[in-house]
């Protein structure tokens, strides 16, 4: 899966973000460089999806630089596939693929393009390779949760991003697609980078090259694939998985220990 | 605590309905209000009078259809319902634009002024705010007082009826699809916006999808109310069947009073009825 190459093109330096007071995130840095595959992996709730945010230009850090070839970023470089819950659920598939070209659009034919007036053929080419085809016209609250997630995804392909983020892309997905849907990633994204927020464990490490763990809003480490060690992962899934094993007070017997190497096993 | 909270959560509640009780005796004392008046003897007798004096209601052609088809009361319905569906129409056309001027959603916060300057807040804080109050100042002011406003300024006729409602609607339809516009998720929107869509764009295609079952819905509510409203702006002289309705009154014609009263019944109904339909198919 490696393509690495050339010098970094995206550099998060310091980054911190607080909502209400409460840091999400502090002190993020790490660089990117071209044709990188990056999973990106913590419990829930340790500001993967935040990350993922501020680097698409969602939400703004507030301390630390984000640049990718040295400037800030421009409208729509870094592209997100957000979660399949942020679709507009009374337009149809191919609608919620088509907006992503708006950037490509100008002011007064975007307003009209995601109606059928863009590139109907790249998006229907893209829902097509995932899984999609016979769906195009369907209603996106008519779709499973799984299918939402792949228009979401194929809505950050047809944007011509330089970097492809992606939030917890094979959620809601059988083994089987989870492994498609990542394949499909890798081949249009290309020699771009592509930073993905992953729970499953086992995919993260036999499909990317570097593994950035989170934990509680900082990174806890940042190496290759092939020097994080199941000690590592366990660890940085400590407080989750013992959270989840401690029984309530309510509960009159205890919780059973789970199998393997901890619940992402 | 545990056994606290529940005590304090109902001591609360009582305190509530209290103050609602007696909110709600003193407004009565300040109306006067005195259920024996209604069963008092002369009050019966006036009520049986003006019961019997109306029936059976008047459906000669001549008060129907009149000399000419415009001075009858199908003609009054008609354009009872012609001034409600202009006037709500027009509302419609006014509200859409003031109530994306006036959420704050669209004019200065959330996802779509990431990074804005300071100034590009500023001015857009402004215009929600200015917008706001022109719009609680359209919604202040009674229909049956703009009718008045209207007929003053433009004369007698079904057209003022039209401004009327067109006025006060729009103050209160604007307010509304506002609120909606600020309660949409942000997050959709954001999707929208980072894929490096114009704000405009994003507006478009983010937030407006996720309101638009629920201001057809609300629109088509307001139509229902807009008749109700057009049946009274005629006894300012803004047209409609109002208009009947005083002239029965003050020439004391009772049957045909009944006979209009029964026509605006009619009316709301069938309203009724068709907007249930609508809201059906946009669910």
Redesign the interface.
């Known amino acids: 899966m490696s393509k690495v190459s050339g010098s970094p093109l995206l550099c998060v330096s310091g980054v911190k973000k607080c909502f209400s007071g409460a840091s999400v995130l502090s002190d993020i840095s790490f660089v990117v460089s071209p044709g990188e595959r990056i999973a990106i992996v913590g419990p829930s709730g340790v500001g993967k999806t935040t990350l993922l945010?501020l680097l698409?230009?969602?939400?703004?850090p507030d301390a630390g630089s984000i640049t990718v070839d040295g400037h800030p970023p421009?409208?729509?470089?870094?592209?997100?596939a957000?979660q399949g819950?942020?679709?507009?659920?009374?337009?149809t598939a191919l609608a919620n693929v088509l907006?992503?070209?708006?950037?490509?659009?100008s002011?007064v034919t975007?307003?009209v393009a995601?109606f059928g007036g863009g590139d109907t053929d790249r998006a229907l080419e893209l829902l097509r390779a995932v899984g999609l085809g016979d769906k195009t016209d369907t209603r996106v609250d008519q779709l499973s949760a799984g299918q939402r997630q792949r228009v979401?995804i194929a809505?950050a392909l047809l944007?011509d991003g330089s970097i492809v983020l992606a939030d917890e892309p094979t959620a809601n997905l059988d083994p089987q697609t989870r492994s498609s849907i990542l394949e499909l990633l890798d081949t249009v994204v290309g020699s771009r980078p592509l930073l993905v927020a992953l729970h499953d464990i086992e995919l993260a490490t036999s499909r990317f090259d570097r593994v950035i763990g989170m934990a509680d809003g900082t990174i806890a480490f940042d190496e290759p694939v092939t020097a994080v060690t199941d000690g590592r992962l366990a660890e940085l899934f400590a407080d989750e998985s013992e959270h989840q094993r401690q029984p309530s007070v309510e509960q009159s017997t205890p919780t059973p220990a789970r199998h393997g190497g901890g619940w992402y096993g | 605590m545990g056994e606290h909270a529940p005590s304090s959560h109902r001591r609360r509640w009582q305190g509530r309905l209290v103050a609602g009780a007696v909110c709600l005796v003193v407004s009565g004392w300040i109306v006067s209000f005195d259920p024996a008046k209604l069963v008092a003897p002369t009050a019966r007798q006036q009520l049986l009078a003006f019961v019997q004096s109306g029936f059976p209601p008047d459906l000669s052609r001549s008060y129907l259809v009149s000399r000419t088809v415009r001075d009858g009361l199908l003609w009054a319905i008609v354009e009872t319902l012609a001034i409600s569906i202009v006037g709500t129409g027009l509302a419609v056309c006014c509200a859409v634009p003031a109530s994306l001027l006036s959420a704050s959603s669209v004019t200065h916060e959330g996802p779509l002024y990431v990074g804005a300057s300071q100034r590009r807040l500023v001015s857009g804080r402004l215009v929600h705010t200015g917008v706001r109050w022109l719009l609680s100042f359209c919604r202040a002011v009674p229909e049956i007082v703009w009718g008045v406003l209207f007929v003053t300024a433009l004369g007698l006729g079904p057209f003022a009826g039209v401004l009327a409602l067109a006025v006060h609607n729009t103050g209160v339809l604007g307010k509304l699809f506002a609120d909606f516009l600020e309660e949409t998720d942000p997050l959709t929107t954001e999707a929208v916006a980072t894929v490096g869509a114009s704000r405009l764009q994003a507006v478009c295609h983010g937030m407006v999808p996720q309101i638009t079952a629920t201001v057809a819905s609300y629109t088509v509510y307001r139509w229902e109310c807009t008749i109700r409203s057009a049946a009274v702006l005629g006894f300012v002289g803004a047209g409609g069947i109002g208009y009947h309705l005083l002239l029965t009154v003050q020439r004391l014609q009772y049957q045909r009073l009944t006979t209009a009263i029964i026509a605006v019944f009619g009316l709301v109904l069938w309203s009724d009825w068709l907007a249930s339909r609508v809201r059906a198919s946009l669910g």
């Open positions: 945010r698409a230009g969602g939400i703004a421009g409208p729509g470089q870094l592209q997100l957000y819950t942020t679709l507009v659920g009374h337009r907006v992503g070209e708006l950037a490509a659009q002011g975007g307003l995601p979401a809505r944007a």
